[in-house]
């Protein structure tokens, strides 16, 4: 961390830390994203919180507002509908995309060999990206009424 000198102008004299340049530009894009997603995800993660838990809250929770927010599988979806596919589809994608690139992180610090470490990350990246594409399948599908009908039976 530096300072820069106290007879400079007001905007001159606050401490500048530097941004780490990292191993190339693509360490530094990543240790860019990583705080950026982090503080849109604990933003996504937080008004999910509220709005499930304090605003509508635990109790009160039903297969019936799930279908009323994702909308029916082959049905025409409405602007709410949509806003929330859209809410829940950013919230999968940058949760999916932060934990493969702290993973990749770690990896890169305690895996050595070029070829483990490599496919280590192959095979990491493929399961992720199927959990990613049956959740935005899902909520671009929306909720089957037979699978949430048979939920609410039960």
Not at 78 to 87: E, K, V
Not at 92 to 112: E, S, W
Request: no cysteine; glycine share 8%; hydrophobic share 55%.
């Amino acid at each position: 961390m530096t300072t820069l000198n106290a007879s400079a102008s007001p905007a001159a004299r606050r401490t500048v830390r530097p941004i780490p340049q990292g191993r190339n530009r693509f360490e530094r894009a990543m240790w860019l994203f990583m705080r950026f997603s982090g503080l849109a995800l604990l933003f996504l993660a937080l008004s999910h919180f509220g709005f499930q838990h304090i605003i509508v809250g635990t109790h009160r929770l039903t297969s019936e507002d799930t279908i009323v927010r994702w909308g029916l599988a082959g049905e025409s979806i409405t602007i709410s509908q949509l806003f929330w596919r859209l809410y829940y589809g950013v919230m999968v994608l940058l949760a999916m995309l932060h934990g493969l690139n702290g993973l990749r992180q770690v990896a890169y610090d305690y895996l050595k060999n070029k070829t483990v470490y490599n496919a280590f990350m192959a095979a990491a990246a493929v399961l992720i990206l199927a959990v990613t594409t049956m959740g935005v399948i899902a909520l671009i599908v929306g909720v089957n009424a037979s699978g949430a009908t048979a939920a609410i039976t039960r």
